[in-house]
């Protein structure tokens, strides 16, 4: 950067402007290339120390390395030389020139390779790495082989190969012993040891049915199941949840798909309307959650709390709140009297004019 003067300076910042409206063809770099105008200038203007004399944006931009230079790594394993004799300078233990003696990782020998000559370990492969960027010295996959994850994918297959034949060992243990097959119960267990060979293996083939239909349904309730932090600082309980809904049952918001049926709240998964109004009762399967929410004891709560005001009205001191154990005390009292005149009142009504029910 050099000091311009007040006529440069004008000269200057009218040329930015016209190159901002479109009305002069942009700057171009030292490789040719045009610099968007609309770059702010603390950008574009190059460092004192980089010795620049023309304009260029090759300090905004990566010139430690590209991003397949961030996939290097270590040759895992690689030896470069293997030595006969012990050298100079050598590991005392193993004989490798890659470590020294403080830092091998090999067993500890009674007698090092430096007094026996023996054993000379193949020097390893040093490599000096350099990552160029941010996301690459920090990235824990880098250099992972993922062929290394199907040993784990052929482990797991080998152990539930072997749960199932120690099954199907126990099933067939169980047959001939005469002990009932589990789900079998004594009448299959009955037939099976009247039936011979072929009963034998019809309820071997039935019982390896159920116990696949039995893991179909574990792995099926796996799915089903709602994972909660235990005792964390982000909250949550111990254990597992069931997901409360079946899922051969229809989700409450496909039940009318119309736009203006009830409103529906995903994120708390509630619709508190009826969806379906007008279909009949006994052919409906949800009718809102107000309807879970006005039932239960719901209804004889309501009935405790006018009551309550009914009395307080009257000048009773009585509060729900306050003391609900004594409003609810006067609201049985309360029934149990008004029972007692419906009764005595039908009693005499009977007595009068007599039952149609006892003619």
Request: hydrophobic share 30%; aromatic share 8%.
């Amino acid at each position: 950067m050099s000091f311009k003067s007040s006529d440069d300076f004008k000269r200057q910042k009218e040329l930015d402007e016209a190159r901002k409206a479109g009305l002069a063809p942009a700057e171009l770099d030292e490789d040719g290339k045009e610099i968007n105008p609309h770059i702010p200038q603390y950008m574009t203007n190059v460092p004192w120390y980089l010795n620049s004399t023309h304009p260029t944006l090759k300090h905004q931009r990566n010139w430690k390395g590209t991003v397949e230079d961030s996939k290097q790594w270590y040759d895992r394993g690689a030896k470069v030389f293997q030595a006969t004799k012990w050298r100079k300078g050598s590991c005392e233990n193993c004989g490798s020139m890659s470590h020294a003696t403080k830092d091998c990782l090999e067993r500890p020998r009674s007698k090092g390779a430096k007094w026996t000559g023996k054993g000379i370990a193949a020097d390893d492969k040093i490599e000096e790495i350099v990552m160029p960027n941010f996301e690459s010295k920090r990235d824990r996959w880098n250099g992972y082989d993922p062929a290394e994850y199907s040993k784990v994918v052929d482990r797991y297959e080998k152990i539930e190969t072997l749960h199932k034949e120690m099954k199907q060992k126990e099933r067939v243990e169980q047959l001939y012993s005469g002990v009932p097959v589990e789900g079998g119960g004594a009448d299959g267990a009955v037939a099976t040891n009247g039936g011979g060979a072929d009963g034998a293996a019809a309820a071997d083939g039935a019982g390896a049915d159920a116990d696949e239909a039995k893991l179909d349904e574990a792995e099926e309730a796996a799915f089903q199941e709602v994972k909660k932090r235990a005792r964390t600082a982000g909250g949550g309980s111990s254990g597992s949840v069931r997901n409360l809904r079946i899922r051969e049952d229809t989700a409450k918001y496909l039940l009318n798909l119309d736009v203006n049926s009830a409103h529906y709240d995903p994120k708390t998964r509630s619709m508190r309307a009826d969806p379906q109004p007008n279909k009949p009762a006994h052919e409906k399967t949800f009718f809102g959650d107000n309807f879970v929410r006005t039932s239960g004891d719901y209804q004889a709560w309501q009935a405790l709390n006018l009551h309550s005001m009914q009395a307080f009205d009257k000048g009773q001191d009585i509060h729900v709140q306050a003391l609900p154990s004594y409003a609810e005390m006067l609201h049985n009292s309360f029934k149990a009297k008004k029972d007692g005149l419906t009764k005595k009142s039908t009693a005499d009504i009977v007595a009068k004019y007599g039952s149609a029910g006892l003619a």
